[in-house]
Structure formats: structure tokens, C-alpha cells
């Protein structure tokens, strides 16, 4: 157990749809990054939050945001759900911004039919 | 081209082997290397990682970086059928992160 939770385990909506992804990263870690893991692309950074502002931003769409609130746990948002957004989500944490060492949570998988 | 590139295998060796997973990588700017170890599909899981060039080793395995060449390598020494997973190179700028496909590897008993 690394001490990251998601939450829920499992999704499963339709196109058009619009998703809430939660996460609560490890307690003392300032950082929160969100990746998308599906078969074919493998894990894609999307974005990461330090201490509650935006600090890097991979290849997240302009459907999807984020944010991470003062109690440090983080949303992602995923709207206008295509079929191609089916995939895993994970969430990791890590103390500091290089994110060096993030311990990943169990994942949402997502299924958008 | 991708940022890293990684066999994905499938990998298949005899127990207590000596198994060795590489990548490559193409931008200069990445500082820090690691590996995730992840059984089907469950969160990866932190093994080890590397700031610049240079050798790592804890217990059974060790990491290697070779930043002129662009070259990275996770040797697992005495391969037990519990290191069966998925193998995740991961490299990093610090604000930017990439990982590899992955290389699927099967130790049997």
C-alpha cells in the first residue's frame, strides 16, 4: 500500500458525460500528479500540482482539468467524454516538486461506452 | 520519435537469472531515471532511482545511467517468479515526465 487513495475504483459513463476523479496523496506530500494509462499510448503525464498551484503541465486536454485544495487532495475533471478517454488514471504523490520519488495510487479505471 | 523508447518484450527467463531491462532516450534535458515495477495494471510501484550518470544498487538490483549515450539499465540479480511484472523506465526534466511501454517479464520456476 503506498499511501496514495483514489477514489472511485471504477467508472463507467457515457460519451457527452462528465467524470470527477479523486485523490488523496500521502501524508506530508505537496505534490500530486494525475496520468492517463491506456493499452496502446502506456502512462501519459497530464498534470501536476505542488501546494496547491499548477506546477507542470504534460499532454492534458483541454476536456480535462484539475485541481489540487487545501487539504492537498486533488480532482481531475474529464468532460465531454469521448470513447478514446477509456483508459486507467492514476494518481501519485511525492514530498517535493522534482517528483523524483512518486508513489502511485491503485488507479480509476475508466470506461466510457 | 518518441522521448523513450523501451523493448516491451515479452521477457522470459529461468529463475534466478540475471535479467537485464533497458531504454532509450532522446532529450538531453532529463536528469532523473527511474524504474516502476507494475503487476497487471495495479499502481506501479517505486524500485529505484538516479539523478544523472552513474551506478545504483540496492539489494538485488541495480541501475545504471549512461547519459552519453542516452542509454539506461535495470539489472536484477538471483530473478525470483515474484519479480514477475512490468518493468517502467521513467525519466525526468523535473517538470516534465515520461515513461516507457513498459517490458513484460516472466520468471518461472
Known amino acids: 500500500d503506498s499511501g496514495v487513495t483514489q477514489t472511485p475504483k471504477h467508472l463507467i459513463t457515457a460519451t457527452g458525460q462528465r467524470v470527477t476523479l479523486r485523490c488523496s496523496p500521502r501524508s506530508g506530500d505537496l505534490s500530486v500528479y494525475w496520468y492517463q494509462q491506456s493499452l496502446d499510448q502506456g502512462l501519459q503525464f497530464l498534470i501536476q500540482y505542488y501546494n496547491g498551484e499548477e506546477r507542470a503541465k504534460g499532454n492534458i486536454l483541454e476536456r480535462f482539468s484539475a485541481q489540487q485544495f487545501p487539504d492537498l487532495h486533488s480532482e481531475l475533471n474529464l468532460s465531454s467524454l469521448e470513447l478514446g478517454d477509456s483508459a486507467l488514471y492514476f494518481c501519485?504523490?511525492?514530498?517535493?516538486?522534482?517528483?523524483?520519488?512518486?508513489?502511485f495510487g491503485p488507479g480509476t479505471r475508466l470506461l466510457v461506452l | 520519435q518518441k522521448e523513450v523508447e523501451q523493448d516491451p518484450g515479452p521477457l522470459s527467463v529461468p529463475e534466478g537469472a540475471i535479467v537485464s531491462l533497458n531504454c532509450t532516450y532522446s532529450n538531453s534535458a532529463f536528469q532523473y531515471f527511474m524504474w516502476y515495477r507494475q503487476y497487471s495494471r495495479k499502481g506501479p510501484e517505486l524500485l529505484m532511482y538516479t539523478y544523472s550518470s552513474g551506478n545504483k544498487e540496492d539489494g538485488r538490483f541495480t541501475a545504471q545511467v549512461d547519459k552519453s549515450s542516452k542509454y539506461i539499465s535495470l539489472f536484477i540479480r538471483d530473478s525470483q517468479p515474484s519479480d514477475s511484472a512490468t518493468y517502467l523506465c521513467a525519466m525526468s526534466s523535473g517538470n516534465q515526465f515520461y515513461f516507457g511501454t513498459g517490458t513484460s517479464l516472466t520468471v518461472i520456476p
Open positions: 501519485a504523490s511525492s514530498v517535493g516538486r522534482v517528483g523524483e520519488t512518486q508513489y
